[in-house]
């Protein structure tokens, strides 16, 4: 993420996936979207001044459980992670 933004304003960065999905064995394998930290990743804010410095990135991976992936069954999963960022107004601002 790398831009301008006012002294009032901070960028929100969300991220939401759903499961991914085997079409021709209709069934769906489930993951979680973690950071490197193997936190789940939802959502991260930086501010103007956090902005004015280098870009800021945040490593993600897909994350299935050993469980999920040894029941998953052969072929092509499909899937989406949707991405948003908005500018917010800091409060009391």
């Not at 079409?23 to 789940?40: C, F, H, I, R």
């Not at 956090?50 to 469980?67: F, M, Q, S, T, V």
């Amino acid at each position: 993420m790398t831009g301008n933004v006012l002294p009032t304003e901070q960028v929100m960065v969300t991220a939401s996936c759903g499961s991914l999905h085997n079409a021709v064995q209709n069934t769906d394998l489930t993951y979680a979207l973690k950071d490197e930290q193997s936190v789940v990743f939802s959502s991260a804010m930086w501010s103007e001044t956090e902005l004015r410095g280098a870009a800021k990135e945040i490593g993600l991976k897909i994350y299935i459980a050993e469980d999920a992936w040894r029941q998953a069954k052969a072929g092509s999963y499909t899937g989406t992670i949707t991405f948003n960022a908005e500018i917010e107004t800091v409060c009391g601002n």
